[in-house]
């Protein structure tokens, strides 16, 4: 099983709400990542956690928000976006380096999360 | 920072043709992946490659790892129309640490199939 999945799909929010993006995998991967994808662009790396623990942060603005409750779990809080972070949003997990296997970094990607701004 | 070209940028083919892309690096990878996005959807693991030379096959697809580790090919063969998409290749750079890793992205092959 090599599934990633992300709610909600889509989301329409103006600039003074406050939302929040969800992404759970149950491999028992330990590193999960949000990515920020434009169209025809390839995917913007936002944030890291391994071991529900913060390990890159790719000076994201904050009004980006990440959390990760437990090791299956990533969430993103949205608050006082602007029209231009309309994008798709990605979450992805692998396995966490540690043990020696480049196998282990291998990224597998949910479906996304298309976010419009007004 | 190390960057991944993709070549070619797009590509418009017949059905039933052959297709093959290439990615290229400056630096040395130890890992290829090869992804598939489709609009709107999030990219999808075609395959994974992990040593130098290396040629894996999924269904119709083919990719091999370069022998210098700074190149790698993706071959569709006999393509079909839900091949239609955007084709990633990506690698992890060797200067990683930690326990997790940052993916450098190619910039991407759209793939339309015309009938």
């Known amino acids: 099983d090599t599934e990633v999945t992300q709610t909600p799909k889509h989301l329409v929010m103006g600039m003074t709400n406050k939302k929040s993006l969800k992404c759970e995998q149950h491999?028992?991967?330990?590193?999960m990542y949000w990515y920020k994808q434009k169209a025809k662009k390839p995917p913007e790396l936002m944030f890291v956690y391994s071991y529900e623990k913060l390990s890159i942060n790719e000076s994201v603005p904050s009004r980006f928000s990440p959390e990760c409750p437990n090791s299956s779990l990533l969430n993103l809080h949205l608050h006082a976006l602007q029209p231009e972070d309309s994008a798709l949003y990605l979450c992805a997990s692998s396995q966490g380096l540690g043990g020696g296997s480049q196998r282990q970094e291998t990224q597998y990607f949910g479906p996304g999360t298309r976010l419009l701004v007004l | 920072g190390q960057q991944l070209n993709q070549s070619p940028q797009s590509m418009f083919i017949q059905e039933g043709e052959d297709v093959s892309m290439n990615c290229t690096s400056s630096?040395?990878?130890?890992?290829w992946l090869w992804y598939k996005q489709d609009p709107g959807e999030g990219p999808v693991l075609l395959i994974a490659l992990y040593k130098a030379g290396e040629l894996t096959s999924n269904g119709r697809l083919t990719a091999q790892f370069g022998i210098t580790r700074k190149d790698s090919f993706l071959n569709i063969s006999a393509s079909i129309p839900s091949d239609v998409g955007i084709y990633f290749c990506?690698?992890?750079?060797?200067?990683?640490?930690?326990?997790?890793?940052?993916?450098?992205f190619g910039t991407g092959t759209r793939l339309q199939v015309t009938l």
């Open positions: 990506a690698g992890p750079p060797l200067q990683n640490t930690g326990t997790a890793s940052k993916l450098t």
């Open positions: 630096s040395i990878f130890n890992t």
């Open positions: 491999m028992g991967h330990r590193a």
